[in-house]
């Protein structure tokens, strides 16, 4: 295959991916923004969470509320829990790397928050853990998964809700969670500050 085949085939495919969830995700995705919107209007804050390009994606979603995604508004409350390396290096240097997370949430988690977790596998060791601590400290979960929603869809619970991109690759998942970041944040944005 030459090279401009080969980029036909990831516009394919991802093409085909978004295709496959749109017919799938939709409901999840409505639900969680409204989720999101009505814990922030309550005083609530989203706290966001995932490695490698989760991680990006966490600082993504946290940034757009922060500041803005498409429209003036006032910000929004946020945190990405992977931006701060003097806490994520501590964390993981004194306990151990699955709890980088966890303490943050521990710390700064109410029971007027969300935690939006992602993770393109489900099986991510230290956002399992932040959902467990989220659980108890009674935060509401939002979990962005794929392929078959991996130990996070099992330690979910009945109030949380999972969107689960229907791939096993992790390059389609993470182009399909940043389409459900931007429609998130189009959701949050209509409801706390449009409907009437």
């Known amino acids: ?11 394919e495919e991802s093409l085909a991916t978004k295709r496959a969830s749109l017919e799938m995700i939709i409901p ?25 390009g989760s991680a990006g994606d966490a600082q993504h979603f946290s940034s757009e509320l922060l500041n803005r995604f498409e429209m003036e508004r006032p910000p929004l409350a946020a945190i990405a829990l992977s931006t701060d390396t003097s806490t994520l290096t501590a964390i993981a240097n004194d306990y151990a790397y699955d709890d ?26 230290n956002v399992i853990r932040a959902i467990d601590v ?3 400290r009674g935060l509401r979960i939002i ?8 130990d996070i869809a099992t330690v979910l ?3 949380d ?22 429609c998130l944040c189009d959701l949050i944005d209509i409801r706390l500050f449009l409907d009437d």
């Not at 229907?166 to 182009?175: H, Y």
């Open 1 to 11: 295959m030459n090279t401009n085949d080969r980029i036909i085939a990831h516009f």
């Open 28 to 52: 999840a995705i409505e639900a969680a923004g409204h989720a999101i919107a009505q814990h922030l209007q309550d005083g609530g804050k989203v706290l966001s969470c995932g490695n490698g």
């Open 100 to 125: 980088i997370f966890a303490k943050q949430v521990s710390a700064l988690g109410t029971s007027k928050d969300v935690l939006l977790a992602i993770s393109t596998s489900g099986n991510s060791a």
């Open 134 to 136: 989220a659980h108890e």
């Open 143 to 150: 979990a962005l998964t794929g392929r078959d929603g991996g």
């Open 157 to 159: 619970e009945p109030s």
């Open 161 to 182: 809700i999972e969107v689960r991109v229907p791939s096993e690759r992790t390059a389609r998942i993470q182009e399909v969670h940043l389409l459900i970041i931007h």
